[in-house]
C-alpha cells in the first residue's frame, strides 16, 4: 500500500516559516515525480512546487523565490519548506507523487498518489 502522510502545517503570522514534510511509503521516492498542491477554501487547486526524478524542481510564480521543495531520498521524503509567507498562501497543502513531464523547466505532475493535506494557516 502507497502511503503519503505530510506533517508541519500550521498558524503564523506574516512573514513567518514553515517547512512541510510528506512522508512516502511503499514506493521508492526517488523514481518517481513529486509535488505539493494547494487548494483555499472556494479556490481551484493550485501546483504550487515540482521536483522529477533527476532532481529538477519548478515552482509556481506565486511562489517563486520564497518556497523550495527538496527530497532525501534515504528518508523517502520531500519537503516544501515556505518563507516570508503571506495570508494568501492560507490552504490546505497536499503531496502527491506520480509521474510528469518537464516543458520549459516547467515540471508539470501527474499525480497518482496523493496525502491527506495539512492545513496552513497565515494571518496578517
Known amino acids: 500500500e502507497v502511503q503519503l502522510v505530510e506533517s508541519g502545517g500550521g498558524s503564523v503570522q506574516r512573514g513567518g516559516f514553515l517547512r512541510l514534510s510528506c512522508v512516502v511509503s511503499g514506493i521508492p521516492l526517488s523514481s518517481f515525480c513529486a509535488g505539493w498542491v494547494r487548494q483555499n477554501q472556494g479556490k481551484d487547486r493550485e501546483g504550487i512546487a515540482g521536483i522529477d526524478v533527476d532532481g529538477n524542481t519548478s515552482l509556481a510564480d506565486s511562489v517563486k523565490g520564497r518556497f523550495i521543495i527538496f527530497r532525501d531520498a534515504p528518508k523517502n521524503t520531500h519537503y516544501l519548506e515556505m518563507t516570508n509567507l503571506k495570508p494568501d498562501d492560507t490552504a490546505m497543502y497536499y503531496c502527491?507523487?506520480?509521474?510528469?513531464?518537464?516543458?520549459?523547466?516547467?515540471?508539470?505532475?501527474?499525480?497518482?498518489?496523493w496525502g491527506q493535506g495539512t492545513q496552513v494557516t497565515v494571518s496578517s
Open positions: 502527491a507523487a506520480g509521474s510528469c513531464s518537464n516543458e520549459g523547466g516547467i515540471i508539470h505532475l501527474h499525480p497518482r498518489y
